[in-house]
């Protein structure tokens, strides 16, 4: 089945302990991206990776680290987690960085930083 | 930045109506997409318009896109308990340096009551 798979659904931790959520793509796409959702405010694109070894800035990716050794994943990385980084995050992927294409969304995890 | 702003921000109405749901945008686009989000889950693609189109359908979804007023909206016939979710607007943008990224709206939640 054709899929976005996030891990960990959800997660409750503590400032300051670095943490990763791992997004597998199992489509072969070549674009990724992380979202983080929050009430009121949407989705917010955090990083993008048109490529393997390619990755690019979002709209708010201060906190956020990203990695893109292989195609098939994308992990969000928060070095020092802290309180304001809580939230619903997306991981994203669709076949190419093109204008014309869907994005496929992962179920989402939920991040709470006591 | 957010581009899409969606309108009413929630929508209330009775199993059989219909539910009709706005999307303004700011700059140019090369298209327009909706997507759904049940609560808790990740967004699901529903339909995209190119802006060269001006309506499409798919089941009981017709999208409309009026470039001119730079607007959109997404309308489901006969609604049914199993739509209530979140719609979300999504659009790109012309400009070259952010290809493949997308740029969501606030989101409409829908309840339709049985």
């Known amino acids: 089945e054709a899929q976005v798979t996030q891990n960990p659904r959800y997660l409750i931790t503590v400032t300051g302990k670095k943490l990763t959520v791992t997004c597998s793509q199992n489509?072969?796409?070549?674009?990724m991206s992380w979202y983080r959702q929050d009430p009121g405010l949407g989705l917010r694109q955090i990083y993008y990776?048109?490529?393997?070894?390619?990755?690019d800035k979002g709209d708010v990716p201060e906190g956020y680290k990203v990695s893109r050794k292989e195609k098939r994943n994308f992990p969000l990385i928060l070095e020092s987690p802290s309180p304001n980084q809580t939230s619903l995050y997306f991981c994203?992927?669709?076949?190419?960085?093109?204008?014309?294409?869907?994005?496929?969304f992962g179920d989402g995890t939920r991040l709470s930083i006591l | 930045s957010q581009q899409g702003e969606e309108d009413p921000q929630a929508l209330s109405i009775q199993e059989g109506e219909n539910a009709t749901m706005n999307c303004s945008y700011k700059?140019?686009?090369?298209?327009l997409q909706w997507y759904r989000q049940n609560s808790g889950r990740g967004l699901v693609h529903l339909i995209l318009?190119?802006?060269?189109?001006r309506e499409k359908h798919s089941g009981r979804l017709r999208v409309t896109l009026d470039t001119s007023k730079k607007s959109s909206s997404l309308l489901i016939t006969a609604s049914r308990a199993a739509d209530t979710a979140s719609y979300f607007c999504?659009?790109?943008?012309?400009?070259?340096?952010?290809?493949?990224?997308?740029?969501f709206g606030r989101g409409t939640q829908l309840t339709v009551w049985p």
């Open positions: 994203a992927s669709n076949p190419r960085a093109n204008y014309h294409q869907p994005q496929h």
């Open positions: 489509m072969n796409h070549e674009y």
């Open positions: 990776s048109m490529n393997v070894e390619v990755t």
């Open positions: 700059t140019s686009i090369n298209n």
């Open positions: 318009i190119r802006s060269n189109e």
């Open positions: 999504a659009t790109d943008t012309d400009r070259g340096s952010t290809l493949g990224r997308l740029y």
